[in-house]
């Protein structure tokens, strides 16, 4: 059974803006990519930005309310309840009694009258939920799928990757070329899979792969990142140089100068897609987010430059330049070892 990407809507960052750490009682101004115009995100005001979301993506795909019933959601996210629970506190409210991603995947399941199912895999949440609606179309259990994908601002999180001096403080976001940290974001996406094509735009989805990388918690290493792509290259039955491009995970961390060195083992020749300068590192999101920016840029045939200039005249870049018909490589990596990888082939 083959699948297919049939529909996508996003809201992410328009540029790059700030939010304040209070770690310690210190207060540092570090660049972040703001998509919502509130500070803190309440359910109520989630679930609104759901609705949204899907409603765009039905809309597109040509899929009546009617038919959700049917449809499965598979939701990721690393975000769960957390923004939430701080807007409570800052507006003197009571917390809640449950924490977990499940909350909102019961709210989605009541209101759209359907299976939700909730994907907590660190970076990798919503890439993974990509993953098994890929499966269910696949196996015949589903036709259709609608996958979302949200990370909001909490200030646990914010805190947590600052203490951990993860954060870069620069006002431009270059991974892979200027690795001087990570850069987070928030957002949310939707996109609309089934075992149909978009006759207007054909876009399948082929190969997807996922390995447990168990040598380290948070970096990943490069024997599980060879491993991932080259069976994932089996799987989609095709060769590496066939590969138009690839999207690459790259952070800004640690680990983009181990993704380069596997990258020109495996793929020296084919150009690289960054997507994280113009959005931000949103985490659980980044699946369906990076995805959904991706689609848009294949169907306007262009991958737009990159919002900074990069000195590095040796860097294997797709930016500013036209998108061509045929295979696109995407990998996407997670604390936790919980890595994903799929083709996209476009005609």
Same mark, same amino acid.
């Given at each position: 059974?083959?699948?297919?990407?049939?529909?996508?809507?996003?809201?992410?960052?328009?540029?790059?803006? !700030?939010?304040?750490?209070?770690?310690?009682? =210190?207060?540092?101004?570090?660049?972040?990519?703001?998509?919502?115009?509130?500070? #803190?995100?309440?359910?109520?005001?989630?679930?609104?930005?759901?609705?949204?979301?899907? @409603?765009?993506?039905? %809309? !597109?795909?040509?899929?009546?309310?009617?038919?959700?019933?049917?449809?499965?959601?598979? #939701?990721?996210?690393?975000?769960?309840?957390?923004?939430?629970?701080?807007?409570?506190?800052?507006?003197?409210?009571?917390?809640?009694?449950?924490?977990?991603?499940?909350?909102?995947?019961?709210?989605?399941?009541?209101?759209?009258?359907? =299976?939700?199912?909730?994907?907590?895999?660190?970076?990798?949440?919503?890439?993974?939920?990509?993953?098994?609606?890929? %499966?269910?179309?696949?196996?015949?259990?589903?036709?259709?799928? &609608?996958?979302?994908?949200?990370?909001?601002?909490?200030?646990?999180?914010?805190?947590?990757?600052?203490?951990?001096?993860? &954060?870069? =403080? @620069?006002?431009?976001?270059?991974?892979?070329?200027?690795?001087?940290?990570?850069?987070?974001?928030?957002?949310?996406?939707?996109?609309?899979?089934?075992?149909?094509?978009?006759?207007?735009?054909?876009?399948? +989805? /082929?190969?997807?792969?996922?390995?447990?990388?168990?040598?380290?918690?948070?970096?990943?290493?490069?024997?599980? &990142?060879?491993?991932?792509?080259? =069976?994932?290259?089996?799987?989609?039955? +095709?060769?590496?140089?066939?590969?138009?491009?690839?999207?690459?995970?790259?952070?800004?961390?640690?680990?983009?100068?181990?993704?380069?060195?596997?990258?020109?083992?495996?793929?020296?020749?084919? !150009?690289?897609? /960054? +997507? %994280?300068?113009?959005?931000?590192?949103?985490?659980?999101?980044?699946?369906?987010?990076?995805?959904?920016?991706?689609?848009?840029?294949?169907?306007?045939?262009?991958?737009?430059?990159?919002?900074?200039?990069?000195?590095?005249?040796?860097?294997?870049?797709?930016?500013?330049?036209?998108? %061509?018909?045929?295979?696109?490589?995407?990998?996407?990596?997670?604390?936790?070892?919980?890595?994903?990888?799929?083709?996209?082939?476009?005609?």
């Amino acid at each position: 059974m083959t699948v297919y990407i049939n529909a996508v809507s996003a809201q992410f960052a328009e540029k790059i803006g !700030q939010r304040t750490s209070q770690m310690l009682g =210190q207060t540092t101004v570090l660049p972040y990519f703001n998509a919502f115009k509130e500070p #803190l995100l309440s359910l109520e005001r989630l679930y609104a930005y759901f609705d949204e979301q899907i @409603d765009r993506t039905l %809309k !597109q795909v040509g899929w009546n309310k009617t038919e959700v019933k049917d449809v499965p959601i598979l #939701l990721g996210s690393t975000a769960y309840v957390m923004s939430d629970c701080e807007a409570r506190l800052a507006n003197q409210q009571p917390l809640p009694k449950e924490y977990s991603l499940a909350v909102i995947a019961d709210h989605l399941r009541e209101r759209y009258q359907t =299976q939700v199912f909730s994907f907590a895999t660190s970076c990798t949440s919503s890439a993974q939920a990509i993953g098994y609606a890929y %499966k269910m179309l696949k196996n015949n259990i589903a036709e259709k799928a &609608l996958v979302l994908g949200f990370e909001m601002f909490n200030r646990l999180t914010f805190e947590h990757f600052h203490a951990m001096s993860l &954060l870069s =403080q @620069d006002s431009s976001y270059l991974p892979m070329t200027a690795s001087n940290g990570i850069v987070l974001g928030e957002g949310m996406g939707c996109m609309a899979l089934s075992s149909q094509p978009n006759h207007s735009f054909c876009c399948e +989805i /082929l190969g997807v792969t996922g390995v447990t990388d168990n040598e380290n918690l948070t970096n990943s290493s490069p024997n599980s &990142l060879k491993t991932l792509l080259k =069976q994932c290259l089996k799987k989609a039955q +095709i060769s590496a140089e066939q590969i138009q491009g690839i999207k690459i995970h790259g952070v800004g961390g640690n680990s983009d100068e181990m993704e380069k060195q596997v990258l020109s083992e495996l793929f020296p020749q084919t !150009q690289w897609i /960054l +997507i %994280k300068p113009y959005m931000g590192h949103t985490l659980g999101a980044s699946g369906v987010l990076e995805t959904v920016f991706f689609y848009q840029s294949l169907q306007a045939k262009y991958l737009a430059e990159l919002p900074w200039q990069t000195e590095d005249k040796n860097q294997q870049s797709l930016h500013g330049k036209a998108l %061509k018909s045929g295979y696109y490589l995407h990998y996407f990596l997670g604390f936790g070892g919980s890595h994903i990888a799929w083709v996209i082939k476009v005609n």
